[in-house]
């Protein structure tokens, strides 16, 4: 069964300050990874996605993320955080194949926390 | 632009009570799910359906039971509360194509005490 692992629980930057958010996913042959971001009091919502193609995906927000297949990561990556970056956010991983998003794993969440 | 809507936002159980947690959606999808989160343990998928009249068991369903019997909602039913159901639940649906982004409700919180 495919597993996500993220490494850090918390991450406290300071403002403006960069920060990456690991993530590491087990081996299959083809993977789809996500990034979700949980603001306070909210559901998630889909920050980023890689399915094929480039391995370097954007986001609207300054985020980008890079698939290793190699390495099997995908981490996130900002250049200069913003208070309201603040949030949790979670890696999740399906294989290729039959299925849709019932067959998403989802890791344990790293929250973020841009201080002033 | 409603979305996912979720109701109540927060409810308080007595262990063996009973309750239903509501989930509606406006964007015509096929896909429906119910997570649950806990701390530090990210999301469990609970049940899921693929469309009206058909569910299916997730990774977590013991103590919970679904049905769907309209597109738009899916609601989840606790029977017996137990302490151990104490969680966020989440709604969430997609468009059903492979890799359709999840869209969720702003959750419900559930103690059982």
């Known amino acids: 069964a495919q597993s996500v692992t993220q490494l850090d629980s918390q991450v406290p930057v300071f403002e403006e300050a960069p920060v990456e958010l690991r993530c590491n996913y087990s081996?299959?042959?083809?993977?789809?990874l996500f990034w979700y971001v949980q603001y306070p009091n909210q559901g998630l919502q889909l920050l980023l996605k890689?399915?094929?193609?480039?391995?370097l995906v954007e986001s609207i927000n300054g985020f980008e993320a890079e698939f290793n297949k190699s390495q099997t990561s995908f981490h996130l990556r900002k250049p200069s955080v913003h208070i309201s970056d603040t949030a949790e956010y979670f890696c999740?991983?399906?294989?290729?194949?039959?299925?849709?998003?019932?067959?998403?794993?989802f890791g344990k969440g790293t929250k973020l926390t841009v201080n002033p | 632009n409603a979305g996912v809507t979720q109701t109540p936002k927060f409810r308080i159980l007595k262990i063996g009570q009973s309750m239903t947690l509501q989930c509606t959606q406006d964007?015509?999808?096929?896909?429906m799910y119910w997570y649950r989160q806990d701390p530090g343990m990210g999301l469990k998928l609970i049940y899921y359906?693929?469309?009206?009249?058909?569910?299916d068991k997730g990774e977590v369903p013991n103590g919970y039971n679904v049905s769907r019997s309209t597109t738009e909602d899916f609601p989840l039913r606790l029977e017996l509360a137990a302490p151990s159901q104490t969680s966020v639940y989440f709604c969430?649906?997609?468009?059903?194509?492979?890799?359709?982004?999840?869209?969720f409700g702003n959750g419900t919180r559930l103690t059982v005490t």
């Open positions: 359906s693929v469309g009206a009249g058909i569910t």
């Open positions: 999740a991983v399906r294989s290729g194949g039959q299925g849709g998003s019932e067959k998403l794993v």
């Open positions: 969430a649906s997609s468009s059903g194509t492979d890799n359709s982004p999840l869209h």
């Open positions: 964007m015509n999808h096929n896909y």
């Open positions: 081996s299959s042959v083809s993977v789809y």
């Open positions: 890689y399915l094929s193609g480039s391995t």
